[in-house]
């Protein structure tokens, strides 16, 4: 008699998407091999699933192609037999098939420059440095296709990057291989890369990644689902990372301040003419935190700079006037005896205080050190022995 081959005997299917399988069956070579013609029968056939013709001689093959709909989830079994002309049939083989209403896709951690964070986990970004963030969606059906954008407008400079697909759990394209159990499924990752301006220091700007699958066939029976996750991007305030070969004098020059300014802010930098490497963080300002009292057009005077360039240095204060007490702003104090800008702005609102006091005197804690003597408008080059030596 004929024997029947297949694959596995348990398959995993998702409402909506389609369970296919081919069916080989063949007799032994032999005298009962000549002329003869084998067929298939079967019983339990689920509603809906199809069988293909029969092709081959000996061997022969057919196909089964089901599309389970919304109220066929459960389990189902199909049962095969090979049948010779001659009337002799094969012993009955059956496919037990467990179908699932079909999954949401699930975000998986992602990866922040290359070392993995949790999800929603905040994330931290320095000026002058290209952020690259890849989140990754995971869908349990791997017969799905996920497709991942960005809810909202991207932030100024940023791009979403083309959309990866991976693999499923067992490294190979849809439809889904045999499985026990509806895990693994299938993956995609979609990448976003920001440089933000150089005035965005202190920015604060969530970005939402929304994830989404098919519904699949049989009147849309698996069902569009749809999942989200935000994630907040915090642009270090005062910090900026340099690229490769860059000196002092062309991060003073973005920050319109001068080599000599920039360098007592760093004092790891030996040497103000050495060469910076690539993804150095230095210190283009200092941060203070604001005293009662205060007001950004004091605050302007006392270190000689602009409410216009405090805005610049501080994308989160969105130009308006209004502070607070203990919040921090960067700023870059203008060199004492360097002839202090004027503010052409109007007075700010004060910050708001239980009681009335005067501003508070620079602490070592809150306040910044006015730096030497020197015009705004130096420019890099060899120091001075004075000046070399006052360092050292």
């Known amino acids: 008699p004929p024997f029947l081959r297949y694959p596995l005997g348990q398959y995993v299917g998702f409402t909506g998407f389609p369970i296919r399988y081919t069916l080989t069956a063949q007799v032994s070579d032999g ?12 019983s339990g056939l689920p509603l809906g699933a199809r069988l293909s013709a029969v092709k ?14 919304a109220e066929q989830a459960g389990r189902h079994v199909t049962c095969f037999e090979a049948v010779g002309s001659g009337g002799n049939a094969s012993a009955p083989e059956c496919v037990d098939m467990v179908v699932h209403a079909d999954p949401p896709p699930v975000f ?13 986990e905040e994330v931290e970004v320095t000026l002058g440095a290209t952020k690259t963030y890849m989140v990754t969606v995971s869908d349990a059906n791997c017969g799905d296709v996920v497709t991942i954008s960005v809810h909202e407008e991207l932030p100024r400079g940023a791009t979403l990057l083309p959309q990866q697909e991976g693999t499923d759990l067992y490294n190979q ?26 005035t965005y220091g202190g920015n604060s700007t969530q970005v939402c990644f929304q994830a989404r699958d098919a519904c699949g066939g049989c009147a849309c029976a698996g069902g569009e689902d749809t999942v989200v996750s935000c994630i907040t991007f915090r642009v270090r305030r005062c910090r900026f990372s340099v690229g490769a070969e860059r000196r002092l004098s062309e ?22 003419d050495y060469i910076l ?5 230095v210190h283009i300002g200092r941060i203070l935190t604001v005293g009662a009292n205060d007001d950004l057009h004091a605050i302007a005077l006392r270190y000689g700079t602009t ?21 921090e702003i960067c700023l870059i104090p203008t060199p004492a005896g360097a002839n202090p800008p004027q503010c ?8 708001s205080s239980s009681a009335t006091r005067p501003p508070p005197t620079p602490t070592a804690s809150t306040s910044i050190p006015s730096p030497n003597a020197l015009p705004r408008a130096a420019s890099s080059g060899i120091l001075g022995f004075a000046a070399l030596w006052s360092r050292l």
Request: glycine share 10%; with cysteine.
């Open 277 to 281: 490497f690539q993804g150095q963080a």
């Open 108 to 120: 998986l951690n992602s990866t922040d420059d290359g070392v993995s964070r949790g999800v929603g």
């Open 251 to 272: 991060v003073a020059a973005l920050y319109k301040t001068n080599w000599l300014s920039v360098w007592k802010m760093n004092p790891e930098i030996r040497h103000p």
């Open 31 to 42: 005298p009962e091999a000549q002329g003869v013609n084998i067929g298939f029968g079967v």
């Open 173 to 198: 394209a849809p439809p889904c291989a045999p499985s026990s159990a509806p895990s693994g499924g299938r993956t995609a990752s979609r990448t976003l890369s920001w440089l933000p301006p150089p």
């Open 344 to 351: 052409s702005s109007p007075r700010p609102t004060r910050v």
């Open 307 to 327: 409410v216009g360039e405090i805005y610049d240095l501080n994308h989160d204060l969105q130009r308006q006037p209004a502070i607070f007490e203990n919040q």
């Open 56 to 69: 081959g001689v000996n061997p022969v093959e057919e196909a089964f192609e089901w599309m389970p709909c």
